[in-house]
């Protein structure tokens, strides 16, 4: 299962306001990703943010397509309260407050994937 990571570029001292934020943050509607036509076309599993100084990443693990997820998160009201609730504390401004706006964003800024590994079992050693 997929993982993705999204970088913020925030100004540094401020870790235990941006903290405040993200512990107040609105969860997803659902966690069900959908296509074009509403099928389910994939699932958010979870989502972890880590702060140091002026860099703040969001780990998201999932399954389906990442455009889903940028498409599905687009449209989730917490994240757009969330997007403005850190206007104060990023290092620039960028524009997320539409959903084309956050699409650019979640894409400019999403880290790129080196190497992903599980900790499931090698075949030979399942029971």
Do not use: W
């Amino acid at each position: 299962m997929p993982y993705a990571a999204i970088t913020y570029n925030v100004q540094p001292g401020h870790e235990d306001e941006i903290a405040a934020i993200f512990a107040g943050f609105q969860r997803v509607d659902t966690p069900e990703l959908r296509d074009e036509e509403g099928r389910v076309a994939g699932r958010l599993l979870g989502t972890g943010v880590f702060i140091n100084d002026a860099t703040l990443v969001r780990f998201i693990h999932y399954e389906g397509s990442l455009q889903h997820v940028a498409q599905h998160m687009a449209r989730q009201k917490g994240v757009h309260e969330l997007e403005e609730k850190l206007k104060p504390y990023l290092a620039a401004p960028r524009d997320t407050g539409t959903a084309e706006g956050f699409r650019r964003h979640f894409s400019a800024s999403l880290m790129r994937c080196i190497s992903q590994l599980s900790a499931e079992p090698a075949e030979e050693t399942r029971g």
